[in-house]
């Protein structure tokens, strides 16, 4: 009986010592980052300009601002948790050959921005902040903001405090709290620090929402926005089921691009 109760309390122990060692590190379980050298030279097909948007504390961001031909408007996007610009500004060609210009910035710590993400409050002031120096350039009624994956979240919350011409989410979650709850239902979800209501904001957005979500996601489950987010939705919104599609390569499938093109035009 004392084997068992010493085996039940060092197993006590080791999950206190998980759930403090995760609390502790979030940003690392969450955020991929790709440092960038400041003299980094992109090599992309559409014409762009690199571009820095000053924080509040006065971190710079980078963002690259993709030209296209006889502009329509702009796309404004939030990407992933992983990587750089150096490889996500390969999406822009997507818009950009829809007379679209595209605008991409990394996140804190990503590139060849500056900083370290250290909250959920933070990264939705950054987003504001690089959000309110594009539109002092577009109209709001010219700007489609686009999310994707761990940017669905304050994509939503741009949309719904501002008013763009349209809402777009790749790959969206109901919120970080449902995530984890899916992939790590033996963790408490208190200890989240990073919490990411992407339903809350799509329930306050009034402009048009668009949803892709490949069935075959394997990162970011797909009834998470399929059913739970889905039933946040407007009547007039649409969610668009992509068959056979996973977490990554969306902009590349000819499904999305078709779809798109219809949205865009």
């Given at each position: 009986m004392k084997i068992i109760w010493k085996i039940a309390g060092i197993l006590l122990l080791l999950y206190v010592v998980v759930c403090i060692l995760v609390y502790f590190i979030q940003e690392h379980l969450l955020f991929f980052p790709k440092k960038l050298p400041a003299n980094y030279t992109f090599h992309f097909q559409p014409p762009f300009e690199e571009q820095q948007i000053r924080m509040n504390d006065g971190t710079l961001l980078h963002g690259l601002l993709f030209k296209g031909d006889t502009a329509k408007g702009l796309v404004f996007y939030l990407h992933g948790n992983a990587g750089a610009?150096?490889?996500w500004g390969e999406v822009a060609a997507t818009y950009t050959r829809l007379r679209y210009d595209v605008f991409i910035f990394d996140y804190r710590?990503?590139?060849k921005s500056g900083g370290h993400i250290k909250s959920e409050a933070q990264f939705y002031e950054d987003a504001q902040t690089v959000y309110d120096s594009i539109k002092k350039v577009y109209p709001e009624n010219k700007i489609t903001i686009l999310g994707y994956s761990i940017g669905t979240g304050t994509a939503a919350r741009l949309a719904a405090m501002n008013h763009p011409q349209r809402l777009i989410l790749q790959a969206p979650y109901y919120s970080m709290t449902d995530i984890a709850k899916h992939q790590y239902p033996f963790l408490p979800s208190t200890l989240l620090k990073y919490r990411f209501?992407?339903?809350?904001?799509?329930?306050?957005t009034t402009v048009p929402i668009t949803i892709f979500h490949g069935d075959q996601d394997e990162v970011i489950y797909y009834e998470s926005?399929?059913?739970k987010l889905k039933a946040c939705l407007k009547p007039s919104d649409t969610l668009i089921t992509l068959?056979?599609?996973g977490h990554n390569g969306m902009s590349e499938n000819e499904d999305y691009q078709v779809a798109l093109r219809r949205i865009l035009e």
């Amino acid at each position: 009986m004392k084997i068992i109760w010493k085996i039940a309390g060092i197993l006590l122990l080791l999950y206190v010592v998980v759930c403090i060692l995760v609390y502790f590190i979030q940003e690392h379980l969450l955020f991929f980052p790709k440092k960038l050298p400041a003299n980094y030279t992109f090599h992309f097909q559409p014409p762009f300009e690199e571009q820095q948007i000053r924080m509040n504390d006065g971190t710079l961001l980078h963002g690259l601002l993709f030209k296209g031909d006889t502009a329509k408007g702009l796309v404004f996007y939030l990407h992933g948790n992983a990587g750089a610009l150096d490889t996500w500004g390969e999406v822009a060609a997507t818009y950009t050959r829809l007379r679209y210009d595209v605008f991409i910035f990394d996140y804190r710590g990503f590139g060849k921005s500056g900083g370290h993400i250290k909250s959920e409050a933070q990264f939705y002031e950054d987003a504001q902040t690089v959000y309110d120096s594009i539109k002092k350039v577009y109209p709001e009624n010219k700007i489609t903001i686009l999310g994707y994956s761990i940017g669905t979240g304050t994509a939503a919350r741009l949309a719904a405090m501002n008013h763009p011409q349209r809402l777009i989410l790749q790959a969206p979650y109901y919120s970080m709290t449902d995530i984890a709850k899916h992939q790590y239902p033996f963790l408490p979800s208190t200890l989240l620090k990073y919490r990411f209501p992407a339903y809350q904001y799509v329930q306050a957005t009034t402009v048009p929402i668009t949803i892709f979500h490949g069935d075959q996601d394997e990162v970011i489950y797909y009834e998470s926005s399929a059913v739970k987010l889905k039933a946040c939705l407007k009547p007039s919104d649409t969610l668009i089921t992509l068959h056979g599609q996973g977490h990554n390569g969306m902009s590349e499938n000819e499904d999305y691009q078709v779809a798109l093109r219809r949205i865009l035009e």
